[in-house]
């Protein structure tokens, strides 16, 4: 086992994974305001006490989350919030899409209709 291992670091072979530590699912099913998509994302992404619900503060602690941890997040159900919420719902993806840009080794998410 230490010769291939010795090996590989010798061959310069690098090995990865895409295990995350954390994996959340967020339903927005059960989401009728903006206000609960915030209570929703404190709950679910454990943010702090003092979370600001808006996106600046999910802009905040999601660094702050994401600077310790590896994080997947599964948007589910999101057809009926961005039909109903289109600003919250463009805020929300340009909020993750710079995420994934800043973050791109540490933060995965999907959008489900």
């Not at 503060?57 to 109903?84: H, T």
Request: aromatic content about 18%; some cysteine.
């Amino acid at each position: 086992m230490k010769k291939s291992f010795f090996l590989s670091v010798l061959l310069g072979l690098v090995f990865t994974t895409n295990a995350y530590a954390r994996h959340v699912k967020i339903n927005f099913s059960t989401i009728h305001t903006s206000f609960e998509l915030q209570n929703m994302l404190q709950k679910e992404l454990d943010f702090p006490e003092y979370y600001g619900k808006n996106w600046d503060a999910f802009m905040d602690s999601m660094r702050d989350l994401l600077g310790q941890d590896y994080l997947e997040i599964d948007f589910l159900r999101v057809q009926n919030f961005k039909r109903d919420f289109p600003r919250d719902y463009r805020l929300m993806r340009e909020c993750l899409r710079d995420l994934k840009n800043e973050y791109p080794d540490s933060f995965r998410f999907k959008l489900y209709n």
